[in-house]
């Protein structure tokens, strides 16, 4: 019998299973876009079959990294920058859970940057949500890696040096698998795109589109979205790498300029995911190695077998 | 120093093949029944540059490297296989002969490569006149033509091996033995060809007329020679440890490269990640999804560590973490050992944050202590560090194989199964009480996994209500700080009363002076108070393991049986001393430091030398490169 039941269970799934019954509410402003992503989660998760318990969703921290006080399935709510990892490791010692990954631009492009360059490039079996609100949140809205050009803080006064970091382009240059952007203005695109990149197999790196009422008013998220799929004028093949580089380029271009593109931009279903390449190379067993220590009959070889032995 | 024991030092290049050579020579003699110490000094590089290995090896238990050593095989030129334009420092040539001589002892013997070694240089080192004042007998062989003739010029130290087996009167079985067990075909043929050609040759050559031989010893029980590393590896796969993640640095590397290699065949998964940070937090989470995990560095990568192993107490995700030292401050001097790192790891990360430390003092207990660590950390739910240097990391010594006769513990300690998970404190809401205080017993509140029914929570880095919601209620802190700190009470406790002692004790129990030290440093002790006791002196020794929570009782009970203490440890602040003050808060006037941090251990002679001044004369300091820091008082 599995330790682990709750995995793969078979039944009609409420979404208002995971909404925590007693408190907390949820301690973001009025407006923020982290509800967006709250909310397109929770229709996603019953709609591809997946019950509370055999979710867990690893964040980090900022406002985006509350997003599992407020969903109601296991949760690691971990430190600054440090999901990735944190997750990843949870995926290899149980591949049976569904891991997602969260947090907010300064916290997976920031200080988090390492980490998401590496697990793109080893294409990680986990979803990665960014809430991208182009600020730090928390912090009180200071200058992000996403903060365009010329943008005025209280730690950049006279406006940001720096050019802003292209996550899409990026993600795909580091081995992403699956690439979309989404934004909570757009729930349901929002809400497909998200349950597409819970089934994908491999790194799903969806970069949320998250609007900060408080510290980013001028922030592009209120101007018109545009599908790219959808519309005729970006005609390109999602699983051609170069096609799909060209539409990155240019939708990170005319981002700061005012046009806001979002869809799936990369999808690529052939590229093996890290726990088959592990496999394959014999470094992953095949049962989840958290199931052995509930096993009664599991072998448990010694070390000392590893000795050479010598009167 | 007694005479029946051989102290052989293989000094050469690195890359040049000394390692294995000592290795498998160190294996010969444990095999024909001698209990073997071995003491790795290498620089930091990889190929070329001066390099030894020493193996300590006598019919009776060896705990140290020894002072001094007997047999020197000089190989020759350390950077033969790697020339370089512009040489280092000095005359390389040369220098696996020249820098060995100041240890080597009288009566010892000197083979040394005339192939590799000019006689011009030997001439400069006024070799012959030395060797008449030492009485050292020499011996050049051309080892370097020999292994060509019958193989590869790499093969000289075979040649050396076959030397030093003919001068020790030594039978080649054993070594033949090993040497088919590594190799085949036709390089087997011909380090068997070279083997043999050098004894022979040796043996016809030149009349023995020193008196050392290899000394006679036998086992009754079976013997295993291992590593420190070896055992904090095999500690962790028999404490079921299935989990590393790891970052490469200098000597951490070992442990991480025998789990990395054993896993595949026992099912384990290892790591090798983008930082540090990454590391310890891969760690915490294949930990928290349910599998026995480790990982480990040494102090620069340990020090990016600090941010996960605080997040491992908060959310009280068991890790085993190890730490081996090396030289500091910074990247230090990589190879060499320091025990400098204890206050580090004690205190490293924020808040009034806590975890278990313990400090191996041998290869048996880095064995037992990495399997304590695995259980105390699971059941307790608590980061435990190991910390260990880069001597004990690297040394080999054989070890009684009856002492791994005990079951592996895989055990996930206090984690709930889905049954039991249905008896255990839920809310009103229905939710799981992970964080349950009220009736939490040691401090422990048992866990669920993800992916089990009915124990959903969140673990969060923030202070946390019981069923895992983030909160600054003040009376929720106090509550669940207390129990978090309260499983060191816990612990201690257990410890105490249910475990058998971690600490070791040594020399005369009624004596009036103690030595006091701890770690990698103990081995050297423990030799020093036999010899004291030996002459005729009363002394008692004491090496702790428990750092936190301290080994209170015992250390308190050790200093009031004693007037006066020296506390020996490798470093230049007399961490440890100041940690026995801070935790026991008195015995600051009984206590000396015996202090070295020059990057090479301590000999045991040191020691003796270190307890003699400080009994003659405070204001004086040993001869040796070791400080005496007074008491101070209280
Ligand atoms: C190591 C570390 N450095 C800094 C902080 C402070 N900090 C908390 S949240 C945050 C930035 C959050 O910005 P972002 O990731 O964009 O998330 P948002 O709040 O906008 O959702 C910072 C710098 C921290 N908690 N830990
Ligand atoms: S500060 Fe911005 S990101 Fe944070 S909750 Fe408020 S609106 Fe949302």
């Known amino acids: ?253 005319v981002l700061n300029e005012g046009t806001v593109l979002t869809g799936r931009y990369y999808v690529d279903e052939d590229r093996p995911s890290y726990l088959e390449e592990k496999r394959a190379v014999g470094e992953l067993p095949d049962e989840p190695v958290a199931e052995r220590y509930f096993d009664e009959d599991a072998e448990w070889e010694r070390s000392y077998d590893l000795l050479d032995r010598h009167t | 120093m007694s005479d029946d024991e051989l102290i052989w030092r293989i000094a050469g290049g690195s890359g040049d093949g000394i390692d294995s050579t000592s290795q498998n020579f160190a294996k010969a003699l444990m095999r024909s029944g001698l209990d073997v110490f071995t003491h790795r000094h290498y620089p930091s590089r990889i190929r070329g540059g001066h390099t030894y290995v020493e193996i300590r090896a006598a019919g009776h238990e060896v705990q140290s490297r020894g002072d001094g050593y007997n047999f020197l095989l000089s190989l020759g030129d350390s950077f033969a296989r790697n020339p370089q334009e512009e040489a280092y420092y000095g005359n390389e040539e040369i220098k696996p002969l020249s820098e060995n001589l100041d240890d080597l002892r009288e009566g010892g013997i000197i083979v040394y490569d005339e192939g590799l070694i000019s006689e011009e240089d030997v001439a400069d080192l006024d070799l012959e006149e030395r060797a008449e004042e030492n009485d050292w007998h020499v011996f050049p062989m ?37 040497m088919s067990d590594a190799m085949s075909g036709d390089v087997l043929e011909s380090n068997l060809e070279i083997l043999h050609e050098s004894y022979e040759t040796t043996k016809e050559e030149y009349d023995f007329e020193h008196d050392l031989r290899a000394p006679e010893g036998s086992h009754e029980t079976e013997q295993a020679l291992l590593s420190g590393s070896n055992a904090i590896a095999y500690g962790a796969i028999d404490g079921g440890c299935r989990f590393i993640s790891g970052y490469p640095m200098t000597p951490w590397t070992d442990v991480f490269t025998i789990l990395t290699q054993n896993f595949p065949d026992i099912g384990g998964v290892s790591e090798q990640v983008e930082d540090e940070i990454a590391a310890a937090a891969l760690a915490v989470g294949a930990s928290h999804a349910g599998v026995k995990a480790m990982s480990g560095s040494s102090g620069g990568g340990f020090a990016l560590m600090s941010e996960p192993l605080g997040l491992a107490e908060m959310t009280e995700t068991p890790l085993v973490l190890v730490e081996s030292m090396r030289a500091g401050p910074s990247t230090g001097m990589p190879t060499k050992p320091e025990q400098g790192d204890l206050e580090f790891v004690l205190y490293t990360s924020q808040g009034d944050s806590s975890r278990v430390v313990f400090a191996p003092g041998n290869i048996e207990e880095a064995y037992e202590q990495t399997r304590l660590a695995f259980d105390i950390a699971w059941e307790y739910q608590i980061p435990t560090i190991i910390i260990y240097d880069q001597k004990l990391s690297g040394e080999n010594t054989n070890v009684d194989v009856e002492f791994f006769d005990r079951e592996p513990e895989p055990g996930l300690g206090s984690t709930l199964t889905e049954e039991e998970l249905k008896e255990a404190a839920h809310d009103n809401s229905g939710k799981f009480k992970r964080f349950n205080y009220e009736d939490a017993e040691n401090g422990v509140a048992p866990r669920s996994l993800p992916g089990q029914k009915g124990g959903r929570y969140l673990a969060t880095g923030n202070e946390h209500s ?125 206590m000396t430091s015996l202090l070295k941090y020059n990057g090479n251990p301590f000999e045991p002679a040191e020691v003796v030398e270190g307890y003699e001044v400080n009994l003659a004369d405070e204001d004086r300091q040993p001869t040796a490169q070791v400080r005496i820091e007074p008491a101070a008082g209280d």
């Open chain 1, 1 to 253: 019998m599995s330790a682990f039941n709750a995995i793969g269970e078979e039944r009609e799934i409420d979404r208002d299973e995971f909404t925590p019954s007693v408190e907390p509410q949820p301690t973001w402003c009025p407006g923020c876009g982290d509800f967006g992503v709250l909310k397109s989660l929770k229709q996603a998760l019953p709609e591809v079959g997946k019950t509370p318990e055999e979710v867990l969703t690893v964040t980090g921290i900022g406002c985006s990294g509350k997003l599992n006080s407020y969903l109601d399935t296991y949760g690691f709510h971990t430190i600054h920058g440090r999901s990735l990892p944190v997750a990843r490791a949870a995926k290899l010692a149980n591949p049976e859970l569904e891991v997602i990954a969260a947090g907010g631009d300064g916290d997976g492009y920031g200080i988090g940057g390492n980490h998401w360059i590496h697990t793109a490039r080893e294409n990680h079996d986990i979803t990665y949500i960014v809430f991208n609100n182009e600020i730090f949140g928390l912090t009180k809205g200071q200058t992000s890696p996403t903060s365009p050009k010329g943008h005025k803080s209280k730690t950049q006064p006279s406006g940001s040096a720096k050019t802003p970091l292209r996550p899409l382009s990026m993600s795909l240059n580091a081995g992403a698998s699956y690439i979309a952007r989404t934004a909570a203005v757009n729930p349901n695109q929002a809400k497909e795109i998200i349950a597409e990149a819970i089934e994908h197999d491999g790194f799903a790196h969806v970069d949320f589109l998250t609007q900060c009422p408080t510290w980013n008013k001028d922030a592009r998220q209120y101007v018109p979205y545009i599908d790219v799929q959808e519309s005729d004028d970006y005609d390109f093949d999602v699983t051609d790498r170069r096609e799909a580089a060209e539409m990155m380029y240019e939708t990170e271009d």
């Open chain 2, 466 to 590: 019981p069923v895992g919601h983030i909160s600054e209620d003040p009376d929720n802190r106090v509550f669940q700080m207390d129990r978090r700190i309260g499983k060191l009470d816990a612990i201690r406790e257990e410890l105490d009363e249910e475990r058998p002692s971690n600490q070791t004790y040594f020399g005369d129990e009624t004596a009036e002076y103690g030595i006091i030290t701890w770690g990698s440093s103990q081995g050297a002790v423990q030799e020093a108070v036999q010899r004291l006791n030996e002459s005729g002196h009363s002394v008692k020794g004491l090496s702790v393991s428990d750092m936190m929570p301290f080994a209170e009782a015992e250390v308190t009970d050790f200093l009031e049986s004693v007037d006066e203490a020296m506390v020996v440890e490798m470093n230049a602040t007399a961490q440890f001393r100041g940690l026995i003050q801070k935790e026991l808060g008195r015995f600051g006037d009984k």
């Open chain 2, 142 to 178: 051309d080892l370097r033509g020999l292994a060509k003739e019958h193989g590869r010029e790499v093969m000289r130290n075979t040649a050396g091996v076959g030397v030093t087996a003919a001068l020790l009167d030594m039978e080649l079985e054993h070594i033949e033995d090993l």
